[in-house]
C-alpha cells in the first residue's frame, strides 16, 4: 500500500486546525458544557473544510472567522437542544415518568470568591455585554477582531467593549462590601 500524500487542500485545511483549533475550543468550552463544545467543534471543522476558500489567508483573521463559525454553530446546536427539550415536555405531559430521587448537588470546583463575583457580575449584564467582555478577556481578541465576530464594525465594536467594561465595573463595586466593613460569619467578626 503506498503512502498517501496532502492535496494542497488538505495541508490548509491541517494549518487551519492548528492555528484556529485551540482557540475555537476555549471559545465554545467556555460557553457550553464540554459534550456539547467537543460536538460543536466537529461541526465547525467540517463548515472549515468545506469553506475553505473562504477563510481569511491572514492568521490573524481567521480566528475570528472561525469564531463566527462557531457562534453560528453552537446556536444552531442550542436551538435543536431547545427543541429537544420541548419535545422531551410534551412526551412527559403525555406520559410522565416515574419519580425519582433528586441528584445530590455537586460542589463548584471554582471555589475563588473573586471569581465567582466576576460570573455574577457578567450573569446581570446585558448578553450583548457579557460576549463583548468574553471576547475581550477569554479569547483575548482586540476590537477589530470582534468587530468580525459580532459583524460590526471596528468603531462600534471597541466603544461597546469600553461600555461593557464600564458596565462590569459598576456590577462589580454593587455587590462588593464597602471597604473596612466588618461582616459576621457564624460568631465570628471578620474585617473584610
Known amino acids: 500500500m503506498g503512502t498517501v500524500t496532502d492535496t494542497a487542500r488538505e495541508h490548509r485545511m491541517r494549518e487551519l486546525v ?3 483549533g485551540e482557540p475555537v475550543r476555549r ?3 467556555r460557553r457550553t458544557d464540554a459534550a456539547t463544545a467537543d460536538d460543536v467543534f466537529g461541526d465547525v471543522l467540517l463548515v472549515c473544510w468545506r469553506r475553505l476558500d473562504d477563510v481569511p489567508a491572514e492568521p490573524e483573521n481567521a480566528v475570528p472567522w ?6 453560528q454553530c453552537l446556536q444552531n446546536a442550542q436551538r ?3 427543541r429537544r427539550g420541548r419535545l422531551v415536555g410534551r412526551i412527559i405531559a403525555i406520559d410522565p415518568p ?3 430521587a433528586a441528584p445530590l448537588g455537586a460542589e463548584d470546583p471554582d471555589d475563588d470568591p473573586r ?3 466576576v460570573t455574577t457580575a457578567l450573569t446581570r449584564l446585558r448578553a450583548d455585554d457579557a460576549e463583548v467582555l468574553r471576547l475581550w478577556a477569554w479569547e483575548e481578541l482586540e476590537s477589530p477582531q470582534i468587530a468580525v465576530v459580532l459583524d460590526i464594525s471596528a468603531n462600534a465594536a471597541a466603544i461597546r467593549l469600553h461600555r461593557a467594561k464600564a458596565r462590569l465595573k459598576a456590577e462589580l463595586e454593587k ?3 464597602p471597604p ?3 461582616r459576621h460569619e457564624e460568631g465570628r467578626t471578620t474585617n473584610d
Open 18 to 20: 492548528a492555528l484556529v
Open 27 to 29: 471559545y465554545l468550552h
Open 66 to 71: 472561525a469564531f463566527v463559525v462557531a457562534r
Open 80 to 82: 435543536a437542544e431547545r
Open 98 to 100: 416515574p419519580a425519582a
Open 115 to 117: 471569581a465567582a463575583a
Open 175 to 177: 455587590s462588593a462590601p
Open 180 to 182: 473596612g466593613h466588618v
